[in-house]
């Protein structure tokens, strides 16, 4: 998918959003170095109060259940595990940037949480759970940015099909999609390249990754508006990839996704 061409206007739009903010994205990247230890997470984390806050919220949830009652911060960190922590600590660069309290971009960041929770746990090598778990967290990056910068524009899409749009009703009214300008942002942001095709390429999956990412997206899509998650209208592009393995997925998607509700209600 050529990621570079875009209409003028939503081009002007990209080019207007700045980069991420640096201590968030800084502990984002430290818990990404497989050196990073507890202790330079707290100590990077302990200067900023939001993140601190939603670690400590999530610690303390019910999903936890902490029989010895509430626990301190780095008490939290071990309950939650750092890839949570790097969830909340990108989320928040991302949302600190759009400054965007709406109701549909609320709603968008927790289904960006569930397919991020939800994909990460249909592999097994570190590397491949680490691009899950990023390329799913931002796999609507492009939808943001519509949201934000074209509300006037987008939100009536989504009222139209009472749902998010899909990329053909999109190209039809704003000659671009929220694939191909998901992936132009993660480039100006310096994300790796494996993630911007991700981003990319995540309604037409051209590699296994991308298509697991297809495929958590379209089954929690279904399950989150009360739906069977049978997705057998789009199977043809992700069975090709996983022949014997396609109705094992859907079942450990669906699994994980109940299992995980509580918490993303915390994180959203």
Known sequence: MDVEY????????????????????????????????????????????????KVMKLANSSFYRHSSGPVGLQQSLLTIGLEMVKCIALSLAIIETFKSDAGLFKMLWRHSYAVALAGSSLVRSKQEREMLFTGGLLHDLGRMVLLC???????????????????????????????????????????PEEIVHIIASH?????????????????????????????????????????????????????RYNTTTAIVENLG
């Not at 509300?151 to 899409?157: N, R, V």
């Not at 009703?169 to 994300?191: C, M, P, S, Y």
């Open 203 to 255: 309604h037409l999956p051209k590699d296994r990754i991308s298509a697991l990412v297809c495929l958590t997206d379209l089954v929690v899509s279904r399950l989150e508006r009360g739906f069977s998650p049978d997705v057998d209208e789009h199977a043809a592009m992700i069975f090709r990839f996983f022949p014997t393995e396609y109705k094992d997925l859907v079942n450990a998607v669906i699994q």
């Open 149 to 191: 910068r074209m509300p006037q524009d987008y939100a009536p899409l989504y009222e139209l099909e009472n749902t998010w749009p899909d990329v053909g009703l999109e190209q039809e009214v704003l000659l671009t999609d929220h694939a191909r300008i998901g992936g132009i942002l993660a480039r100006k942001w310096h994300f």
């Open 6 to 53: 875009l209409p003028m206007q939503i081009e002007e739009h990209i080019d207007s959003i700045p980069t991420l903010e640096s201590s968030r994205m800084r502990l984002f990247r430290v818990i990404q170095d497989q050196g990073a230890n507890l202790e330079d997470v707290e100590r990077i984390i302990s200067t900023d109060p939001a993140i601190v806050a």
